[in-house]
Nanobody
Framework: QVQLVESGGGLVQAGGSLRLSCAAS????????MGWFRQAPGKEREFVAL????????YYADSVKGRFTISRDNAKNTVYLQMNSLRPEDTALYYC????????????????WGQGTQVTVSS
């Protein structure tokens, strides 16, 4: 079992930055690839970014490529999402998730989810 707790969300103006964190419980954090997803009201949950178990490989949705950076610290059981040049369309509830598989970009491929942290970008 892995429990995930996100933090770092908030209200920011367009063009600003936020850094999300996701703390994981358990001693097997490095066994899981980690992903970030987001869900805006009335929309489906969408993939944002993922990082491999070791952190050597990352992958991003086209909509955030060049603006967001995912990273992890396995010693701290934490994954991060640095979000720069934020836009109003980035407003959503952001979730982190853990998967036993190496690369998954769909929600169904993930085993554990956090409760989410709200990001609101004002224009």
């Amino acid at each position: 079992q892995v429990q995930l707790v996100e933090s770092g969300g908030g209200l920011v103006q367009a063009g600003g930055s936020l850094r999300l964190s996701c703390a994981a419980s358990g001693r097997t954090f490095s066994s899981y690839a980690m992903g970030w997803f987001r869900q805006a009201p009335g929309k489906e949950r969408e993939f944002v970014a993922l990082i491999s178990r070791s952190g050597s490989m990352t992958y991003y949705a086209d909509s955030v490529k060049g603006r967001f950076t995912i990273s992890r610290d396995n010693a701290k059981n934490t994954v991060y999402l640095q979000m720069n040049s934020l836009r109003p369309e980035d407003t959503a509830l952001y979730y982190c998730a853990a998967t036993r598989f190496s690369v998954r970009t769909t929600p169904g491929g993930y085993d554990y989810w956090g409760q989410g942290t709200q990001v609101t970008v004002s224009s």
